[in-house]
């Protein structure tokens, strides 16, 4: 048989509905509050994160790059050796890619990638802005140091050595074979200097596309290249168990001949060694 709930117990009933509803939306509340200032706490965690667990593993000890696997006692055949292995790896888009370090005359460092655009006997080339930090640096203190990693290839090479502006008509040569493009773009950006926004180079970029849609583009003369001459060369080639393989090249002084200890005798004006990891 059916009851029939009074007004004032359906009134009752109502109120603890209203109740519950509200603890409920409040738990839900607290609950994404909670979960919001943990994100936010996560987000500021970053600034003390861990990573003491990333490693990854490199070649073990049957693949060591001792000396006797040298291609050259050279060191400029024996990067172009590694150089041409990074060239044809297909994981390796820029192998040219390389950080330049320079210094201020007092000793302030800087660094930043670039692309090597040639080498010889003579020295590694690079093109940039002689305005630049960098330029800057190397007019005051010329000497930088390179490092390439082809990580792919767990290889790294290191380069020191000192740094000279190479000839006015070879930089010539070279800002005309780049495309046009960049060519407006070198003459656009006063390298390192502070700009009001991105649009102020978007419209100079626009003026200067059109003013030489028809003609050459002068290369400015704030703009060309460099040329590192090598005193030292670095092969690294990392390990699993972090006894990582490192031959030395370095270029000996003039008027020196005696061999320090362990120091053996390369080709040319060079020799080699061997350094702990």
């Given at each position: 048989?059916?009851?029939?709930?009074?007004?004032?117990?359906l009134r009752c009933v109502n109120n603890i509905k209203q109740i519950l509803l509200s603890r409920t939306s409040l738990s839900f509340c607290s609950r994404t509050v909670f979960s919001s200032s943990?994100?936010?706490?996560?987000?500021?965690?970053?600034k003390a994160m861990d990573l003491s667990d990333m490693r990854k593993k490199y070649k073990g000890d049957d693949e060591c790059f001792e000396e006797n696997q040298l291609v050259s006692l050279d060191p400029i055949k024996q990067f172009?050796?590694?150089?041409?292995?990074?060239?044809?790896?297909?994981?390796?888009?820029?192998?040219?890619?390389?950080?330049?370090?320079?210094?201020?005359?007092?000793?302030?460092?800087?660094?930043?990638?670039?692309?090597?655009?040639?080498?010889?006997?003579?020295?590694?080339?690079?093109?940039?802005?002689?305005?630049s930090r960098k330029g800057k640096e190397?007019?005051?203190?010329?000497?930088?140091?390179?490092?390439?990693?082809?990580?792919?290839?767990?290889?790294?090479?290191?380069?020191?050595?000192?740094?000279?502006?190479?000839p006015y008509q070879s930089s010539c040569e070279y800002f005309h074979s780049r495309p046009k493009s960049s060519q407006v773009g070198a003459v656009v950006s006063r390298q390192?200097?502070?700009?009001?926004?991105?649009?102020?180079?978007?419209?100079?970029?626009?003026e200067l596309e059109e003013k030489?849609?028809?003609?050459?583009?002068?290369?400015?003369?704030?703009?060309?290249?460099?040329?590192?001459?090598?005193?030292?060369?670095?092969?690294?080639?990392?390990?699993?168990?972090?006894?990582?393989?490192?031959?030395?090249?370095?270029?000996?002084k003039e008027g020196e001949s005696e061999l320090e200890e362990m120091e053996h005798r390369a080709e040319g004006d060079w020799v080699y060694y061997r350094l702990a990891p």
């Open positions: 048989m059916k009851r029939v709930l009074s007004s004032s117990t943990s994100c936010l706490k996560s987000s500021s965690d970053l172009g050796e590694w150089f041409e292995q990074a060239a044809k790896c297909p994981e390796i888009g820029e192998p040219n890619a390389m950080c330049i370090a320079t210094a201020t005359k007092d000793g302030r460092p800087s660094a930043r990638m670039v692309l090597l655009k040639g080498f010889s006997k003579e020295g590694f080339r690079f093109f940039s802005n002689y305005e190397l007019e005051s203190n010329p000497h930088a140091c390179l490092v390439f990693y082809w990580e792919p290839l767990n290889k790294q090479v290191r380069i020191e050595g000192t740094v000279e502006r190479i390192s200097t502070v700009i009001p926004n991105r649009e102020y180079i978007r419209q100079r970029n626009a030489y849609k028809d003609s050459e583009v002068p290369m400015p003369d704030y703009w060309g290249g460099y040329i590192v001459k090598p005193v030292l060369i670095e092969f690294w080639q990392g390990q699993t168990n972090r006894l990582h393989d490192r031959i030395v090249f370095k270029r000996i």
